[in-house]
């Protein structure tokens, strides 16, 4: 038995491959390069895109796949969700898909969009938000390069954004949120219900969110002598608490900890005064809590 697993191609294709490499799947590429192999024998992968992930697994072609939750809504086709995945084209946070008009429209709110023309990918979404807000607007289907298309061939556009540079680039400005959305772990509902698939995705999903975990950390270890320790520990922002051991030298403790990356500069110099000593950072591949 093989869990058929599909994997986004485009724009979230190379985080995909990355996150899947620190979870320890080593996926490689031939010159089928839309059905990769990777070194799972229970584990057959193949590359499709996310807006049609949805459909692929909702008719059990794919056991599972990972895709946006906004192409889930979009497509409204049934799928277990079975995780979030937190991680995009470029920040590790959810994206957002706005309602954006040029800067010097004079169209301020989605009311003021009655009767205009909006392009977008997102067609049903952005139906059904009009539809709560009792506006009744065009909406066509953009093939690509949506921001480029207010005011000749648009009013307006619904696009997905994740800085806000693309849409400063292409002199639009949002005027509100339509959609929120991450990317997520979608199954099959049959292969959901299925013991040893069921398994092997939980597995799956195990690894990938310990290397998702693992992103922004480092390990931290070096040797503290005991009548330094409290002053050591004091500094370390440790997930839980940092792990002791005693060394042959009874006068001095290893000590073992995780911390945001982010912090690691700041912090060495302080440990480095409070007493520790052979101070070693290294990379993580996987945290698992």
Known sequence: MKLRIGLPIGSLEKQTLSIFKKAGYAI?????????????????????????MPRYVGEGIFDAGITGRDWVIESGIGVVEVAELLY????????????AVPKDSKIRSVNDLEGKRIATELVN???????RHKVNSTVEFSWGATEAK??????????????????KANNLRAIDNVLESV???????????????????????????GALQAI?????????????????????????????????????????????EAVVREIIPQLKEA????????ALNKVIY
């Not at 470029?90 to 309602?99: A, H, S």
């Open 28 to 52: 490689s590429f031939g010159e089928r390069s839309y059905f990769p192999t990777v070194d799972d024998r229970e584990m057959e992968v193949i590359l499709a895109r996310p807006q049609e």
């Open 88 to 99: 995009g084209r470029q920040k590790l946070q959810p994206i957002r898909w706005v309602l």
């Open 125 to 131: 979404v952005t139906k059904n938000y009009l539809s």
């Open 150 to 167: 207010p005011p000749t061939l648009a009013d307006a556009v619904v696009e997905l954004t994740e800085t806000g540079r693309s849409l």
């Open 183 to 209: 990317t997520i772990l979608v199954a099959n509902e049959q292969s959901y219900r299925n013991g040893w698939k069921r398994k092997k995705i939980d597995n799956l999903l195990t690894l990938l969110q």
């Open 216 to 260: 922004e950390k480092v390990g931290l270890k070096m040797n503290v002598s005991k009548k330094n320790l409290h002053r050591v520990i004091s500094i370390l922002p440790a997930m839980k608490e940092p792990t002791i051991s005693h060394l042959s030298d009874e006068r001095w403790c290893a000590v073992e900890t995780v911390v945001d």
């Open 275 to 282: 007493g520790a000593e052979g101070i070693i950072e290294y």
